[in-house]
């Protein structure tokens, strides 16, 4: 879609991949999921050294030193990058609720610290089979707290994550749950039996109907208005 084709009125979905894979690897999903004249971003992460896997040169967002350890510092530094493409949506003109942010895998870890320090409200960010990086800089606090003021607290917020997943545990995905649970108003989490590392039709239909949702309730706000 060329720029001047864009409707910056309208929806908008940023979706980052998993190690190892590329934006281009979800396009079909991502064109299932939205409605009709949804703008994708799909970038693909450059070619790194991962630790995980022996060193092993692959797309990744940031290091993965082993399945419980990240480097915080890459970490924070493509959350600059996911910042930098949700501001030029809004410096073009596309009102911040109208984007919803997402991601498999690793790309989901990012896309949650991304969404969860971003200063504007956004429309929704969904986590399939993720975690949550740097999870002591958000502490189970009593309200009101600083970490209930941050911008997106009442952002709706799926979490869908394989009952069989070998590569992010379960007891991962419902520590990420206990954490999120503590501060976030609008947060869904769906353990999907049967399911490993991987994103099924249930979950690709469950996505599908959490992106409607968001866009119909805007709709029926933009109307009222």
């Known amino acids: 879609m060329k720029m001047a ?3 910056y009125d309208g929806f908008c979905v940023i979706f980052f991949h998993g190690v190892g894979g590329s934006g281009d690897g979800w396009r079909d999903f991502l064109h299932r999921v939205v409605p009709k004249g949804t703008h994708l971003i799909y970038p693909t992460a450059q070619k ?10 692959m797309n990744s967002w940031f ?41 498999f895998s690793q790309g989901a870890a990012l896309a949650l610290y991304a ?21 002591w800089e958000f502490p189970p606090s009593v309200y009101p707290s600083p970490l209930h003021a941050i911008p997106n607290i ?8 394989g009952q069989l997943d070998c590569q992010i545990r379960l007891e991962t995905a419902y520590h990420c749950k206990r954490s999120l649970e503590n501060f976030l108003v609008n947060y869904q989490f769906k353990e999907v039996p049967d399911v490993g ?19 119909k309730e805007k709709e029926i706000m933009k109307k009222s208005t």
């Open 5 to 7: 084709d864009v409707n």
């Open 115 to 135: 969404v969860m320090t971003f200063d504007k409200k956004l429309g929704g960010l969904f986590i399939l089979s993720g975690w949550q990086p740097v999870d």
């Open 197 to 215: 590392h991987e994103v099924n039709d249930e979950m690709e239909h469950d996505v599908t109907m959490f992106i409607s949702k968001i866009v």
């Open 48 to 57: 790194y050294p991962v630790t995980l896997y022996g060193g092993r040169t």
């Open 154 to 161: 009442t952002t709706p917020v799926l979490h869908c994550h």
């Open 63 to 103: 290091n993965l030193i082993d399945r419980n350890t990240t480097d915080v510092y890459e970490l924070k530094t493509c959350t600059n990058f996911v910042h930098h493409l949700i501001n030029e949506e809004i410096k073009r003109g596309r009102n911040p609720e109208n984007i919803v942010v997402g991601g």
